[in-house]
């Protein structure tokens, strides 16, 4: 009979922070495993303190609680299976990112971190310290070798893992969401297991942290890049992997091999599942939000009610005399087609009041941005009223586009504790609406099925409806062009050159700098959302707010 080895895989959700809470998960599945027979539970990277926990990591007394958790979970799981879960460890003033090995009720090794990303999302150069390179370790008579995360992007720790008689690769790992990165991970991990020749498991959290999602996405390599298992992406499990020893080494047994969903579906389960988790770890049971008639509002409205249900979700017309009766009917039309509460405030007297206590300032003065500013400041304080009132977390609706370009009024529309489309160029948007309308996902949809957006609404030309007649094209280029031009200069990081070079006009790219570099102090102060991009604002892209460079090409 072939000799055998059973690995459970434990792509889980872990909460930076609740170490107790961790820890009960990680037990639990590690009696999931033991019950099944497994020799080995694993998990994924820092599962014990939440990943990333940027600086609270090397708060001492932090560090310090999470490894006594690790010694006791190690003396609690004593009769079983082996365990593998990442943690901080400190020792001799150093602190590192590190995959603690248990056996037999206590740490018998520990593999640390050697390659420290330190980029985009990522400053562990300024958390951790860099660990050697080291081998294998042994569970029973099979020798694993284990690359923390980024140690996997890179050749010199496989090899060396291969070359001191690793058996297979146990790759576990924080690695948060961005658009079409399964094809980056899988590429790079079937180059180390082509350059060893040996299977590689991939295994990766999931959950919402912050700004970041984790995709889960787990797999399993043979030898030559053969796909043996795929774990589903976004959804907590817990998998048990079989190995046979041949001739040739470790091979994994084919298992399950869940369906990748499309970019599109991914995009919005991020926005959704970074929502749910920010409310569920930020002890928000509901959200609340100014519903426009416009279509940002009504994809953040849809994005909630999937997230939390339409109970949980209220959404508040605050209308002005510049509100259209077509808006009024839009957003009643959203509101009804999800299910949720839906509330009118409107504004024109506190508007009113508020001009009337300014007019003798004011006196002689023209009307114009700062009348229009006041009513979405307006807008802002009667909304957070209702948040501390009803203990409903306010949600923020600017897209990328606004963001980018500072169409948004701080300390008005830009009010809020999150806003899942932050990272949603404008043009998204529209085409997000019309995929969520012809889609519907019940294990992870909370919300109702079919066209929860009016295409009245996705089609009708995008408006403030602070002043008569405005159109969004009446201070910014079409969103076609916008979008093209805050593609290049954001996420590409191009110069004004290579934008023109693309055919853009100079003038339109030199106006779509001005504005992108003059906003970033709205950004500085505005809320957090749902990264869906390597280029999101807050951690991948970092510019100083006092700034006066301006591309002279």
Partial sequence: MAERFRLTLAQLNPTVGDIAGNIDKARAAWEQGRDAGADMVAFPEMFVTGYNAQDLVMKPVFHDTAMAAIEALAQGCAEGPALAIGGPYAE??????????????????????????????????????????????AVGNTRIGSPICEDAWHEDVAETLEETGA???????????FREKFEIRANMMVARVVETGLPLVYLNMVGGQDDQVFDGASFVLNPHGEM????????????????????????????????????????YRCMVESLRDYCRKTGFGKVLLGLSGGIDSAIVATIAVDALGPENVRCVMLPSEYTSE????????????????????????????????LAPLFEGLDEGLTEENIQSRLRGLLLMAMSNKFGEMLLTTGNKSEVA???????????????????????????TCRWRNANHRPDWMMGPEGEVIPPRVIDKPPSAELREDQKDEDSLPPYEVLDAILTMLVDGEASVAE??????????????????????YKRFQSAPGTRLTPRSFWLDRRYPIVNRWRDPS
């Avoid at 077509?326 to 508020?354: F, M, N, Q, W």
Wanted: overall charge negative; hydrophobic content about 35%.
């Fill in 167 to 177: 058996e297979f690769l146990l790759v576990p790992n924080g690695s948060p969401y």
């Fill in 326 to 357: 077509t808006s009024l009917e839009d957003a009643r039309a959203v509101a009804d087609a999800l299910g949720c509460h839906y509330d009118t405030v409107p504004i024109a007297k506190g508007r009113a009041a508020i001009t009337e206590t």
């Fill in 499 to 520: 934008c023109v070079a693309a055919g853009f006009d100079r003038d339109t790219v030199k106006r779509v700098e001005h504005l992108l570099y003059i906003s970033e």
């Fill in 405 to 431: 370009v500072g169409y948004a009024t701080i300390y008005g529309d830009m009010a809020g504790g999150y806003n899942p489309i932050k990272d949603l160029y404008k043009t998204r948007v529209f085409e």
């Fill in 92 to 137: 001799g003033g150093q602190l590192f990112n590190a995959y603690y090995i248990c056996k037999g009720g206590r740490i018998v090794t520990r593999v640390l971190k050697h390659h420290l990303p330190n980029e985009t999302v990522f400053d562990e150069v300024r958390v951790f310290d860099s660990g050697p390179i080291g081998g294998p370790y």
């Fill in 228 to 267: 043996a298992v795929m774990l589903p992406a976004f959804d907590e499990c817990v998998a048990h992997v079989d190995f046979e020893r041949g001739e040739d080494g470790w091979r994994a047994l084919p298992g399950d091999k869940a369906h990748q969903p499309d970019a599109w579906e991914q995009d």
